[in-house]
Nanobody
Framework: QVDLVESGGGSVQAGGSLKLSCAAA????????MAWYRQVPGKERELVSS???????KYLDSVKDRFTISRDNLKNTLYLQLNNLTTEDTAVYRC?????????????WGQGIQVTVSS
C-alpha cells in the first residue's frame, strides 16, 4: 500500500517561511520522480516543483528563488522549503510520486496540506 503523508503546512504572514514534508511508503522512493502541486478552489492544479531521481529540480517560474525542493532517499521523504511567501502562495499543497511511463502524470498522490499566507 502506497502512502504519501504531507506535513508542515499552516498559516503564516507574508514574507514568512514554511517547510513541507511528504513521508512516503509502499514503493521504492529512490526510483521515483517526485513533485509538489498546489491547488486553489476554482483554479486548475499547478505544478510547483518536481525533482528527478537524480536530484535535478524544476520550478514554476513564480516560485523560483523562493522555494527549494529536496529529497532524502534514506528517509523516504520529500521536502519543499517555502520562503518569502506571498498571499498568492495560499493553496492546498500535495505531493505526487512516480511519473507514469511516457506521460506527465504521477501515479500516487498525498491528501494535501493547507498553506495560508496572510497579508
Amino acid at each position: 500500500q502506497v502512502d504519501l503523508v504531507e506535513s508542515g503546512g499552516g498559516s503564516v504572514q507574508a514574507g514568512g517561511s514554511l517547510k513541507l514534508s511528504c513521508a512516503a511508503a509502499g514503493f521504492v522512493f529512490s526510483d521515483c520522480d517526485m513533485a509538489w502541486y498546489r491547488q486553489v478552489p476554482g483554479k486548475e492544479r499547478e505544478l510547483v516543483s518536481s525533482i528527478q531521481r537524480d536530484g535535478t529540480p524544476k520550478y514554476l517560474d513564480s516560485v523560483k528563488d523562493r522555494f527549494t525542493i529536496s529529497r532524502d532517499n534514506l528517509k523516504n521523504t520529500l521536502y519543499l522549503q517555502l520562503n518569502n511567501l506571498t498571499t498568492e502562495d495560499t493553496a492546498v499543497y500535495r505531493c505526487a510520486a512516480c511519473l507514469v511511463a511516457r506521460t506527465s502524470r504521477y501515479a500516487w498522490w498525498g491528501q494535501g496540506i493547507q498553506v495560508t499566507v496572510s497579508s
